[in-house]
């Protein structure tokens, strides 16, 4: 495992049964480091893999084969998700935060009760001080005037920030961001893009986001992930994709580099919609 990774991902391999109880597999050798303090993006089509293994990085499902290696700061080796019971596995949650594509708020409770919730359930800590750690996290995402209200009394905008305050209750050190986009207008996208790289700066965090929101995408990435058919396409710097999405297509060589072209420009023909092209790559892929 590299020093600079804090999440290493190794061979993960994923399977799911269809109709006849047959495997699928949804992730097919997966293999790629998370480096310390970076903020990566994991993209892809629908049923690319990027929200099962948004799952298998959580511990909300566990990998067939393969491995997942945590190696927090406060971790003398690494950890294998695959290789540790449910009260480590816990150990290590507390360690990242999540935030949910819909923001996942209890509707019961306050924004600030919300908040409060991580520290409640995961550390000793005297309600005064909760209180005064939920107004510094509430303060940090511009919500702490929507303290007391409900969570249907929220847009959709405050929902995520509610969810990101809670999310860094216990000032994790990964960040995992689940569409943090889906359903926003470009204004507020843009908002909530411009905490999470706040974020990033300021508290030094790990920051790992599932989106298919391009625009989103190449505002916040260092670098950045393409999945295709449960595999790794391509990985990279910010700067290679944004290359790549630039180039004249008859400049690009073989199916991976017209498909990953489409997918970034958002283009309505190309490997993804040609039912040739679609096999070719196909082939392409099985054949590794």
């Known amino acids: 495992m590299d020093s600079n990774a804090v999440i290493s991902i190794r061979d993960a391999v994923k399977s799911f049964p269809d109709r006849d109880g047959e495997p699928v597999r949804v992730l097919d050798g997966v293999s790629f480091e998370i480096h310390r303090g ?44 695959a290789a540790v019971d449910e009260v480590e596995l816990d150990r290590i949650r507390q360690r990242f935060g999540i935030l949910f594509q819909s923001g996942a708020l209890f509707n019961s409770l306050t924004v600030s009760e919300n908040v409060a919730l991580p520290l409640r359930e995961h550390t000793s800590v005297d309600p005064a001080v909760i209180d005064i750690i939920v107004t510094l996290k509430l303060q940090q995402v511009k919500m702490l005037p929507h303290r007391d209200k409900m969570p249907s009394q929220l847009s959709g905008g405050q ?15 990964i960040l995992f961001y689940d569409e943090p986009s889906a359903g926003l207008d470009p204004v507020t996208s843009a908002a909530i893009d411009e905490l999470m790289m706040d974020f990033s700066k300021k508290l030094h965090v790990t920051s790992v986001v599932v989106t298919h929101e391009m625009d ?20 990279g710097k910010r700067e290679e994709f944004e290359q790549l999405r630039d180039a004249d297509p008859g400049t690009l060589l073989g199916d991976a580099e017209q498909l990953l072209h489409q997918f970034l420009n958002g283009a309505s023909t190309g490997p993804l919609t040609d039912r040739d092209g679609l096999s070719m790559f196909e082939k392409l892929i099985i054949q590794g």
């Open 159 to 173: 929902k995520k920030r509610a969810g990101l305050a809670r999310a860094t209750a216990l000032d994790p050190e």
């Open 38 to 81: 970076e903020t990566l993006v994991i993209m892809g089509g629908s049923g690319c893999g990027k929200s099962t293994l948004l799952n298998c990085l959580i511990g909300e499902y566990r990998i067939d084969g393969g491995s997942i290696a945590y190696h927090t700061s406060d971790m003398d080796r690494p950890r294998d998700l």
């Open 216 to 235: 989103s995408a190449f505002r916040i990435a260092d670098r950045m992930v393409m999945l295709e058919k449960g595999r790794v396409l391509r990985i």
